[in-house]
């Protein structure tokens, strides 16, 4: 019998874990009612197999048969009962993601996962007829080169749920870790910390982007630094598990004025083009103006070292 993976979401997350399901043999659903970026989506998804095929890392063959595998659905009434796994990747709005995930147990999943990065699995289990087949599976970006999935075990999390999932994280090549269900979890909560530093760092004036992200990849040997991470991850999403992260820990998590501006400016990262730095063809290519600094955040034409993309 075919085993079957459900995403929900056609955003960078989704597309990603549909790369990933995929290319581990599942037959993917990608649920996505926003036509256009269910589109874009699957365009996204046959540039990464070409070009997995011009690297050598597949055969055209290889990538045909994971092209083949996914299937575009405009909602979760398209998508037949019980399959193997669901995993929502909508927007980190604890509203929106209940709704999501209230529709999809009624495909009666054998798996349902969360892709939050910060909302409390508690939270999102309320209202959950089976709150016991839910837990945490939070994939990190970009989705095909990271080796971490981190499972968030709720309070009604059934063991063999837990099990289920450190399963799932092996057969998509994934090394798990386990975590107890807090909100930002272990990753958010570091990571986001550094991240909203650097940021009032840069507000500060206290140096560029380049040279904030230099620090930490040569002198902590972080393969990516804070601000292009930022980047990659998404202006606007870091901004909404800052407020997360605020609400439930106070003001140490409260987002920098400079994170607000460039949100509202439209400037999300790499997925829109600028963000911290300039990004062209999915590739960062320098500096940017940011509002409240005087002229151009950095002079950098390059890349981080260890982060080429």
């Not at 909560?189 to 009032?200: K, P, S, W, Y």
């Not at 963000?275 to 500096?287: E, I, K, L, P, T």
Request: hydrophobic share 45%; proline share 6%.
């Amino acid at each position: 019998m075919t085993e079957r993976f459900v995403v929900v979401g056609a955003g960078t997350m989704g597309l990603g874990i549909a790369y990933v399901a995929a290319g581990a043999g599942y037959a993917v659903e990608l649920v996505e009612v926003d036509r256009a970026r269910g589109g874009a989506a699957v365009e996204r998804l046959a540039q990464l197999w070409d070009r997995a095929v011009q690297r050598g890392k597949l055969t055209a063959e290889q990538a045909a048969a994971n092209r083949n595998r996914v299937t575009l659905r405009a909602g979760l009434a398209e998508v037949a009962p019980a399959p193997d796994v669901i995993v929502e990747a909508v927007p980190e709005r604890l509203d929106l993601k209940r709704a999501v995930l209230a529709e999809a147990e009624k495909r009666e999943p054998a798996l349902l996962g969360s892709n939050t990065s910060s909302i409390a699995i508690a939270d999102l289990a309320a209202g959950l007829a089976h709150p016991e087949r839910f837990c945490g599976l939070h994939f990190f970006n970009p989705v095909w080169a990271m080796a971490l999935l981190e499972i968030v075990v709720g309070p009604a999390t059934a063991a063999a749920t837990t099990e289920a999932a450190s399963g799932l994280a092996g057969r998509l090549g994934k090394d798990p870790v386990v975590v107890r269900d807090m909100p930002g979890f272990a990753t958010s909560r570091l990571g986001v910390t550094l991240g909203l530093e650097a940021i009032r760092m840069l507000a500060d004036g206290v140096a560029s982007p380049a040279d904030i992200d230099k620090a930490m990849v040569l002198g902590y040997r972080h393969p990516v630094g804070p601000l292009e991470l930022t980047d990659l991850v998404g202006l606007d999403v870091r901004l909404d598990i800052a407020r997360t992260l605020q609400a439930a820990y106070g003001d140490r998590f409260a987002p920098p004025p400079l994170l607000v501006e460039l949100v509202a400016a439209g400037r999300l990262g790499k997925k829109s083009g600028q963000g911290f730095y300039h990004w062209v063809d999915g590739v960062r290519s320098g500096g940017t103006e940011l509002p409240g600094l005087d002229g151009p955040t950095a002079g950098d034409p390059g890349t981080t070292p260890g982060a080429t993309r």
